[in-house]
Structure formats: C-alpha cells, structure tokens
C-alpha cells in the first residue's frame, strides 16, 4: 500500500501505546498511536526513536489486540511519522476491550475498580444502588 495515497481512508482517532521495531530488530521503544485505519497509522515517539525513523523505512508495530504488523514509514513531521502497512488489518480490534486484566501491561486505567478478582464476584455481597 505505500505506493498509493490513502489519505481519504476513514481513521480513529485514539491514544494508544505501541511497541515498534525497526527492520526486524528488537524492539527500540513504544510509540503514541495518534490515528489508526485499516491501511496505517500516525505514531508519535520520542527523540531517540526520531532520530532512527526516515521516509522508507521498514518497521514493525505491536498494535493491541492485534500483534505485530510490518509497514514502511510514509512521511515524518518533527516527532511524528505516518505508517503505511504492508497488509490491511482490523483497526476496531485494536479498540476493543480485550487482554487479561491482571496482565501486567495492561495500564491500571483500564482495569476495573474491584477487590475481587475477575469472575469471582458474589452477586448476593454486592451492594445495590
């Protein structure tokens, strides 16, 4: 898809946070996941990632509830860069709830607020309101 413009594709706006790996190396850090379509992405890094990051470059994003997809980077704007996958996928799933609650990289904001753990709740001990 890199050779076509898709700029017309509808996109979500989120925030969601991704791990990135350039050119099947291990992964160099997390990226801001500013606007996700079927076809690619804006991420937003730090400076170090920056200073790694070019037009043409080929990478690799670990989208929630999606797992790793390849792309190349299609522009870059100061700390933000484009991604133009290289397979379409999903871009719902990545907004979906879904992942255990109690694993660990699953940001506390996003777990529910009970004592119990999840599916031990006991109807008859919760209070109504």
């Known amino acids: 898809m890199s050779g076509v413009d898709t700029r017309h594709i509808a996109r979500d706006s989120l925030f ?5 790996r350039i050119d099947g190396e291990a992964p160099c850090g997390k990226v801001k996941v500013r606007n996700l379509s079927n076809g690619g992405m804006m991420a937003e890094c730090g400076p170090a990632i920056a200073g790694r990051v070019q037009g043409g ?5 670990n989208l929630r ?3 790793w997809v390849d792309g190349t980077v299609a522009w870059v704007q100061d700390n933000r860069f484009g991604i133009a996958f290289n397979r379409e996928i999903d871009a ?3 907004r979906a709830k ?3 609650i109690q694993d660990d990289n699953v940001p506390r904001f996003t777990r529910p607020s009970s004592i119990f753990p999840a599916g031990m ?3 008859d001990r919760v209070r109504k309101i």
């Open 121 to 123: 709740v006991d109807p």
């Open 65 to 67: 509830n999606i797992g």
């Open 57 to 61: 470059t080929r990478l690799s994003v």
């Open 16 to 20: 969601l946070m991704a791990d990135l």
């Open 92 to 94: 719902a799933e990545a």
């Open 98 to 100: 879904g992942g255990d």
